[in-house]
Every structure is written in C-alpha cells, then in structure tokens.
C-alpha cells in the first residue's frame, strides 16, 4: 500500500486493536472494545479467557499457546476450537520458537495443522517470534505455515526479549510468502512512521496495542 495515500481510515481498517497484558481485566476488554469502534478498527485481539465478548461491527481475534508457544499441539488445537466456539473470527497462534531454532520444522509443520484441524474455517494466523530466528528459519517456517493452511504469518508476540517487528523480518516474510498469505506485524511498533515503514516493506495487517497514537499521525 502506498503511504503517500494511505488515509486514516484505511490504516485504522488494517489494526488488531489489542490487549493481552496479564492484568487485564474484563472491564479494560470493554473500553479496548468501545475504543476500537470509535477508531475504526478492523479487529480486536484479546486472550482468549476474556471470551465471549460482543464487539459488533469488528472481529474479533484471540491468541492460542500464548505467548510461550510451549504448549502441547493438542492443547494449542483444544485452545482454539473452544475460543472458535465462544465466538472468535481468528486465531493467532504462536510455534514452538525452540522447534523452529532446531531446524526442525517438520514438528512445526505438525503443531500449525493441528490448531489450523482445530478451528475451521476460522482465521489462523501463525506467530513465529521473528526476531528469535534466522533468516533461514523464518522462511521454512513460513513456508510451514503456508503448507499448513495458515492465512497469515506474523511476526512477534510482543512478549519476546528478543524483539518485536522489524522492517526486515517482515520484507522477507512478504517475500516468502508472495501475496498467498497475509503478512501481520506486532510487538514495538508505536509511532506512525513505524507502522508506515512496516507497511511499506510488506505488512498487511498490523497488530497495535497504541492504536490511537499511532492512527493520530495521519488526518
């Protein structure tokens, strides 16, 4: 997307309008809900204990083997099925980084199918924690994701020490995956500028817990 005529509105419309600190509580959900309807949003990103919720007029996304990605396939699958079950249009699911930093990405591969078995139809979203990995390991991974059904792969958990979204990470994840999946970005991205050069090396949805700041940057 050319930034030179991204509006506002637009860039509001490619946002995961997110909440997923610990201490979040039902009451934080809600103001993170009447918040994105006013923004715009497209979506609203929250743990997947906080549902169901009612956020009308925007989907609503939920994590799953978050944000460690240490958890069983089975539970990561059962996970998502129950936050499908209780209303969510997507799910982002983290990969076992460790599996992915092995090379051993047919496990990868493994755990992708069988929380993409467990949801449906429903949107998978596949965070493989980039700024942990090579670049070689975030182009199998990728490409695991793509074998796997994925509709997006993304970029960070936001949680990570490691980091979140780079420009660079995500111009080879958009490469790797060639317009056939989607391309979302998370963790660190708080200015406008920020969003504007991730935008521009490749993302297609955003994932924002400053949502405001960053919208504000653009009339």
């Not at 999946?181 to 924002?208: C, F, N, P, W, Y």
């Amino acid at each position: 997307m050319d930034r030179m005529t991204l509006t506002r509105a637009a860039l509001a419309g490619m946002v995961d309008h997110t909440l997923l600190k610990p201490e979040a509580t039902a009451a934080d959900v809600t103001a993170l809900i009447e918040e994105g309807r006013e923004l715009g949003v497209l979506a609203v990103c929250v743990s997947p204990s906080m549902l169901p919720i009612r956020a009308e007029g925007m989907l609503t996304a939920v994590v799953a083997g978050f944000p460690s990605g240490k958890h069983h396939s089975l539970i990561k699958g059962s996970e998502a099925r129950l936050a499908v079950q209780q209303g969510a249009d997507e799910v982002d699911m983290v990969i076992d980084v460790g599996a992915a930093i092995a090379g051993d990405y047919n496990a990868v591969l493994a755990d992708i199918v069988t929380v993409r078995e467990g949801i449906g139809n429903a949107v998978l979203k596949v965070i493989i924690e980039s700024a942990a990995l090579s670049d070689e390991a975030i182009v199998e991974v990728c490409r695991a994701a793509e074998t796997a059904g994925a509709n997006f792969v993304k970029t960070s958990t936001g949680f990570h020490p490691a980091g979140g979204a780079s420009v660079e990470a995500v111009r080879l994840m958009a490469e790797t995956v060639g317009g056939r999946l989607g391309v979302k970005a998370s963790g660190g991205i708080r200015t406008t500028e920020a969003a504007l050069a991730i935008i521009d090396a490749g993302a297609t949805r955003l994932g924002l817990s400053g949502t405001r700041a960053v919208l504000d940057g653009l009339n």
